[in-house]
């Protein structure tokens, strides 16, 4: 059984013309955004599967602005209609520094992406069920650490299409895109 992370019928959606069953076309990416690495997970164009794509090495300041670059370029490349950031919560379903960290990325990320949106998506368990499936597919503790921010964003998008799918609406929140400096003056 696939535990899904729940709050991925979250705020900020609307229905749309494609209701209940069906999906918006289009390649949808999902990032898991971590303090070392960021893992990135990219849907077929009909939003049936989600699969593993890419790990970005990340870290504070200059690195964090590589990888958001990096992650336009695949955007762009993939012709992503969307683009999935994990929220972290806790099992209460609180926001803490690490959720604060998400947010800020994703705000980040929409600026550099418009018009393409930006969704933030509640990844509760999506590292654990990661692990879980690593482990049952045979990779020991070092291979699993490699791979599996790429695989928790795998589960993260999955459950994004599968939101969208069973409720006819867009999962999570919609990340505003940020006002520029000096914009209106």
Same mark, same amino acid.
């Given at each position: 059984?696939?535990?899904?992370?729940?709050? @991925?019928?979250?705020?900020?959606?609307?229905?749309?013309?494609?209701?209940?069953?069906?999906?918006?076309?289009?390649?949808?990416?999902? @990032?898991?955004?971590g303090s070392v690495r960021v893992g990135v997970a990219r849907s077929d164009p009909g939003g049936v599967l989600?699969?593993?794509?890419?790990?970005?090495?990340?870290?504070?300041?200059?690195?964090?602005? @590589?990888?958001?670059?990096?992650?336009?370029?695949?955007?762009?490349?993939?012709?992503?209609?969307?683009?999935?950031?994990?929220?972290?919560?806790?099992?209460?379903?609180?926001?803490?520094?690490?959720?604060?960290?998400?947010?800020q990325f994703a705000a980040d990320l929409a600026g550099r992406l418009a018009p393409v949106p930006v969704r933030l998506v509640d990844e509760r368990f999506t590292?654990?069920?990661?692990?879980?499936?690593?482990?049952?597919?045979?990779?020991?503790?070092?291979?699993?650490?490699?791979?599996?921010?790429?695989?928790?964003?795998? @589960?993260?998008?999955?459950?994004?299409?599968?939101?969208?799918?069973?409720?006819?609406?867009?999962?999570?929140?919609?990340?505003?895109?940020?006002?520029?400096?000096?914009?209106?003056?």
């Amino acid at each position: 059984m696939l535990l899904r992370p729940s709050g @991925v019928f979250g705020s900020g959606s609307r229905p749309h013309r494609f209701g209940i069953g069906s999906l918006r076309p289009g390649v949808r990416l999902a @990032v898991d955004v971590g303090s070392v690495r960021v893992g990135v997970a990219r849907s077929d164009p009909g939003g049936v599967l989600a699969s593993p794509l890419t790990v970005l090495a990340s870290g504070p300041g200059a690195k964090a602005e @590589v990888v958001r670059a990096g992650l336009a370029r695949l955007a762009e490349q993939e012709e992503a209609i969307e683009v999935i950031v994990g929220l972290p919560t806790t099992l209460s379903g609180r926001e803490g520094t690490a959720a604060a960290g998400a947010r800020q990325f994703a705000a980040d990320l929409a600026g550099r992406l418009a018009p393409v949106p930006v969704r933030l998506v509640d990844e509760r368990f999506t590292t654990t069920e990661a692990h879980d499936a690593l482990r049952r597919g045979g990779k020991d503790s070092r291979a699993r650490r490699q791979a599996v921010d790429a695989a928790a964003a795998a @589960v993260l998008l999955q459950a994004a299409l599968d939101a969208e799918r069973a409720t006819g609406r867009p999962p999570g929140q919609l990340v505003p895109v940020p006002a520029r400096d000096g914009a209106g003056a």
